[in-house]
């Protein structure tokens, strides 16, 4: 049996004012070309399909074709939402995407409930991402308390549901971040512990971590990576695309990296003012989307020659606004870790006083729970 695994498409996904729903359209038709080719017989889909909970009708309109192009194939699919999906839009559409062969599960069942499926004569877990709040109840004060006890929640959801073939769209510990979900991994925030994995698993096909990389050997887990680099943030040369895995009737998966380059390539330019001219010609020529960090003051007029002068530059930003990223990820304040997160983006202060805000608010309601 041949499983295509793919995830964290974020269709609807706009950076700094640029769609990038067409490059990953583009992706999408190149994943259905290698499902014809390789004679692949079960697509699994690991959530983060869409970028948002509201997305345009042309990013809607990708994944609907997607998945007629596969029933044309005759290949069925199973689909969990991620923590970015619109889940009950989704659950809502099951029906229909039912109809063109495509099993859609936006939020979590048990195995009494019929969280675990077949598909092609396998038994395979459906576990949609779980929101951190439903998992944790607010009394626990304690950071290290709430974060046990979502490791021991997911433990057991993962035990209910242990399965041959097992899609879960959650982080585990230990985790290389690709960046666009670098924030939880800064924050020392929640995740699963390898331990967790059913050992009777024999795939667990993983989403919801962009860059694409095996995580457990025994049982044996993946992350697929995203489709088309996302965000500048993410690394240029960070693995990514979508894995082939050879199931044979017994004995061990084989998984087959599609390393591939979809869409734009994100760079940033870090520069000092003086170098800018003398690499203009570079900037120029770089074939994707472009970000500049430059050391030193720039007026607005030079900015807009900037602006000018490159077409693909998407975000100029004075270096020395942020800290920069600690070495090795050492555990960081809340309010540091989203300053560096927002950075990353692009998105300034506005967002960071609103942060600290509902930062204040929850910490006053949680003192207020325990007591
Ligand atoms: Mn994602």
Redesign the pocket.
Known sequence: MRLLHTA?W?LGKILKGVDRTPEIGEALKSLLEIVRKERVDLVLVSG?LFDRPQVSAEAEGHAVEFFLRLRELGVPALVIA?N?DPKERLEALSPLFALAGAEVRGRLLFREEGGVVEAKGLQAALLPFVSERVLVKRVLQEAEERHRTYAEAMRRVLANLASPLMLGHFALEGVRPGG??FFFHLAGSYAVPPSALPLSARYLALG?I?RQQQVSEAPLAWYSGSLIQLEFGEGEDADRGALLVELPPSGPARVHPIRERWGKPLKTFRLKKEELDGRLWEMERFPGYLRLVVEGRLSPAEKERLYRALPHLLAVEGAGDLPPPSPGGAEVGLKEAYARYLGERGEKEALLERFEEVLKEVESETLAAGA
């Open positions: 964290d974020h983060d991620g970015h666009g979900e919801h962009h």
